[in-house]
C-alpha cells in the first residue's frame, strides 16, 4: 500500500494480542507496515521482545517491518535486527554513540536507517546529517508504554523538522509514535509527518481495514 506521496500507516504491534501474534498480524495486511517496538527496560522502563520475536514476525508478517529500537547500545546491536530481514530499523539519537556511522552500517545490511528522538530532544544537531537518514521519528508521547495520550507540544519541532528536510531537499520520512488516532493524524499531517505509528487507533477497531483506511484519508487530507 505504499503509494507514492501516500501517507504511511504503521500498526503497533504492542496493542496486539501477543498470544494470537500471526492472526493479528494477517488482520493488518492493509498497512504499510508493522511498527515492532523493542524494549530492554533500561532505555525506557518497559521490557518487550527481543530478536527471536522479531525474527518470528518476519517470517509471518504480510507487510515489512518497522523495527523502533528503545535499547540501550544500539551500536552494537541494531544491525542484528537489519541482518534478521527488518525493512527499517530505527534507534534513539539519546542512545547512540556514532548515529551517523550507525545509519551508514544499516543502510549497507540492506535496512532503511532511521532515528528517533524523545518529545524533550532537540532536533536541530540532525539537520546538517539529514541525507544520512531514511527515517526521522518524533515521538509524540515518552517513549515506553502505548496508550498515552498525543502531546501537541511535539508539533513545532516536527515542523522545524519538515521545513528543514524540505529546504535541503533531504528524501526522508517523518514519522510520528503516540497517541496517534483519527483526532490527532491530521495535527501531525499538517506538521509534516508523512509515516504514522497507531496502535489501539487500528487493532481497538472492530473493522481493521477501515480503520487504517480512515487515517490513511485523514492524514492526506491534512497533507501538504
Known amino acids: ?39 530492554d527496560n533500561h532505555f525506557v522502563p518497559n521490557l518487550t521482545f527481543g530478536p527471536q520475536m522479531v525474527e518470528r514476525v ?10 523502533h529500537l528503545m535499547i540501550d547500545d544500539p551500536d552494537r546491536w541494531a544491525p542484528g535486527y537489519a541482518e534478521l530481514g527488518a525493512a527499517s530499523v530505527t534507534f534513539h539519537l539519546e542512545a ?23 518529545p524533550a530532544t532537540d532536533v536541530d544537531r540532525l539537520f546538517e546529517h539529514l541525507h544520512e537518514f531514511d ?5 509524540t508521547v515518552e517513549p515506553g508504554f502505548g496508550g498515552q495520550s498525543f502531546r501537541a507540544d511535539t508539533m513545532p519541532k516536527l515542523r522545524r523538522l519538515a ?28 506538521a509534516g509527518a508523512d509515516t504514522f505509528v497507531a496502535g489501539s487507533a487500528v487493532y481497538g477497531a472492530a473493522d481493521v481495514d477501515a480503520a ?13
Do not use: C, Y
Open 163 to 190: 521545513e528543514e528536510t524540505r529546504r535541503r531537499g533531504a528524501d526522508v520520512w517523518l514519522q510520528v509514535d503516540g497517541g496517534i488516532s483519527a483526532d490527532t493524524i491530521g495535527e501531525a499531517a499538517a
Open 58 to 67: 518476519q517470517a509471518t508478517s504480510p507487510v515489512p517491518l518497522d523495527v
Open 96 to 118: 547512540a554513540a556514532e548515529p551517523v556511522a550507525l545509519a551508514r552500517r544499516l543502510r549497507g545490511i540492506g535496512a532503511r536507517a532511521g532515528v528517533a528522538v524523545k
Open 1 to 39: 500500500m505504499d503509494l507514492p506521496g501516500a501517507p504511511r500507516i504503521n500498526p503497533s504491534i504492542l496493542s496486539a494480542d501477543f498470544a494470537n501474534m500471526q492472526a493479528d498480524l494477517a488482520r493488518i495486511a492493509s498497512a504499510d507496515f508493522v511498527h515492532v517496538d523493542v524494549m
Open 212 to 224: 487504517i483506511a480512515g487515517l490513511r484519508a485523514a492524514a492526506a487530507a491534512h497533507a501538504h
Open 135 to 139: 527515517q526521522i521519528l518524533v515521538m
